[in-house]
């Protein structure tokens, strides 16, 4: 049962390129979250999905795409990517069935630097 | 709009000592509050859950506890070691299911 992976665990990427991070979870969880860690900012949502073919706007989700073909996948586009998206990236995942209370498991991080 | 705060923003202090880290959060409708540790470089690793209709959860040297009316929730570390040497954050989660987090206290226990 390995929860929740992420990858790729780091990525360097120059101005305008493009990339996609993927997050895969075997907890048959429904609902699956992206966010954003950076210094003096805490954690911040992204995009987020309540199930399958779902997706939604987080708090910042400017400059990002998403989609959640399957149901233990939710994949982190970046089209242009630019210096301001420098940040580490977590991937989360839940439940809202009776005695989960929602509870929100991470995955490791992907550290992206884009120069 | 809900904001989340966690004072002290960083502790040090001497291993054995009993510790409390505080979070508040201005709106209190709430679902559940979760408490998570991160090591530096790591992801987030969840302490405790507390649903909005408990005061509070233990596992092991940790004790949560809540009062969702006055908008506030302590973590309590017993006997503190320096294995418990990492950032905590605490979160809230209203009915829209998204996570609002704190930016979390730093704590260092020296031996």
């Known amino acids: 049962n390995a929860g929740v992976t992420q990858t790729p665990k780091f990525r360097v990427l120059k101005t305008g390129q493009s990339m996609t991070l993927l997050c895969a979870q075997d907890?048959?969880?429904?609902?699956m979250y992206w966010y954003r860690q950076d210094p003096g900012m805490g954690l911040r949502l992204i995009h987020y999905s309540v199930g399958e073919g779902t997706t939604a706007k987080g708090e910042v989700p400017d400059g990002y795409n998403v989609s959640r073909l399957k149901k233990q996948n939710f994949l982190l586009g970046l089209e242009s990517a630019a210096p301001s998206q420098t940040s580490v990236y977590f991937c989360?995942?839940?439940?809202?069935?009776?005695?989960?209370?929602?509870?929100?498991?991470f995955g490791p991080g992907t550290r992206l630097t884009v120069l | 709009k809900q904001e989340v705060t966690q004072i002290p923003a960083a502790l040090s202090v001497p291993e054995g000592e009993n510790l409390v880290l505080n979070c508040s959060f201005t709106d209190s409708a709430i679902y559940n509050l979760q408490w998570f540790r991160q090591d530096p470089g790591k992801g987030l690793t969840s302490l405790l859950l507390?649903?909005?209709?408990?005061r509070e959860q233990t596992s092991g040297r940790l004790n949560a506890s809540l009062d969702k009316s006055s908008g506030r929730s302590t973590l309590y570390i017993a006997a503190s070691q320096p294995g418990d040497s990492a950032t905590y954050l605490c979160?809230?989660?209203?009915?829209?299911?998204?996570?609002?987090f704190g930016t979390g206290t730093r704590l260092q226990v020296f031996p």
């Open positions: 507390i649903q909005s209709s408990q």
């Open positions: 979160a809230v989660i209203g009915n829209t299911d998204k996570l609002i």
């Open positions: 907890m048959n969880h429904e609902y």
């Open positions: 989360a995942s839940s439940d809202r069935l009776a005695g989960t209370y929602n509870e929100q498991f």
